[in-house]
């Protein structure tokens, strides 16, 4: 019986344990368990999302308190356009956070940089250009260009220096949006060097409607990016992602000819992931009902969370002036227009509460909004209940381990502590 250790990831002539795990931002998927999933021969995934006040936590920069410091003027003004990110900062600290990462990596594996489209950030071209172009600048082995179709994003780099050299992909949710993708960017003469194809069972944002995306499966686009890419002659690496939650479906993947897996739901209860102890523990008391697909996102996409995330109906003052990660070309962010309709409609309250739309920069930053894969509610399984009625962390290593070693769809169990 097939197990995925005897599969390899193959990059020209370098080969890697073909277990990737994903982006998850702000800061879950941590320098931490990113070098360990290159330290075990796999690839690690860190995130671009919101660097700033990650380098500030990390590095003790001081990047959202200057920016506050520049537009406190503005936080009573229900127009955003005015505030903008400065550029130099935010490649200062795409080229900190990448190059502390890279220069501590050990072991025959790779890490990779997620990149997000959508965080636009009242500039969206200028910004993505900057954290695409840092990232190479300080070493970063691969780009994968994530929530968005990424149109202009090689063209953005294409006369870098490490153009050709990084690793670069996409994550796709159907053939579409790939065809959209290799046809925009031909004139790079530059293919992507491997295409995630992300189901709806993701966690976080989902690339499908929210009425509709339980009308698909990761198994059947999978086969059609793969029939696609075997019909026009691509020889492009696929690796599926979204509710690959034991070894057997992952392997299941590997024989009808995906290249590698992406995997993340699990290693959100890692002692090395960046969620809080006690948010972990919400993740592993999660029942399936527990876990829902909504629209409060104010980037347009649907997004599957734990429907008893604090940040679900807050209704913060948003936090443009610090964050704005979110505001569009025009200084717009559907929250900040949510925020205002409720403030008008109820002026004498001093808490309100807002339920369409959320403050994605303030509570991802604040570990309030708790987005989650569908396969969570399966996580209590994969560890020891202790005797106080709490379940036991685990490291990455195990959970890498069980991936890439386990057969008959069993999860092996930790050790107790």
Sequence with gaps: MKRVDDFRLRFGKRELVPIMIGGMGVDISTAELALEAARLGGIGHISDAMLPTVTDRLYDTDFVKTKLQQYKYNIENADK????????????????????TMEAKRGEGMVFINCMEKLTMNAP??????RLRSALDAGIDGITL??????GSFAMIED???????????????L??????????????RLPDYVVVEGPLAGGHLGFG????????????TQEVLDFLKAEQLDIPVIPAGGIFTGTDATNFLEMGAAAVQVATRFTVADECGLPKDVQQEYFKASESDIEVNGVSPTGYPMRMLKNSPAIGSGIRPGCEAYGYILDANGRCAYVDSYNREVAAHPDEKKI???DKTCLCTHMRNFKLWTCGHYTYKLKDTTNKLADGSYQVLSAEHIFRDYQFSTDNKI????KA
Excluded: C
Excluded at 412 to 415: H, S
């Design 81 to 100: 356009a005015a505030v903008k990110f400065d550029l130099g900062h935010i490649a200062e600290s795409t080229r900190l956070h990448v190059s502390k």
């Design 125 to 130: 071209r200028e910004t993505l250009t900057v």
């Design 146 to 151: 994530a929530a968005g179709l990424h149109l």
């Design 160 to 174: 870098h220096p490490r153009f050709r050299d990084a690793k670069l992909g996409i994550i796709v949710s159907s």
């Design 176 to 189: 579409r949006a790939l065809q959209l993708f290799l046809r925009k960017n031909a004139r790079t003469n």
């Design 210 to 221: 929210l009425d509709d995306w339980m009308k698909y499966d990761l198994r059947t686009i």
């Design 353 to 355: 509460q807002v339920f």
């Design 412 to 415: 092996a169990l930790p050790e």
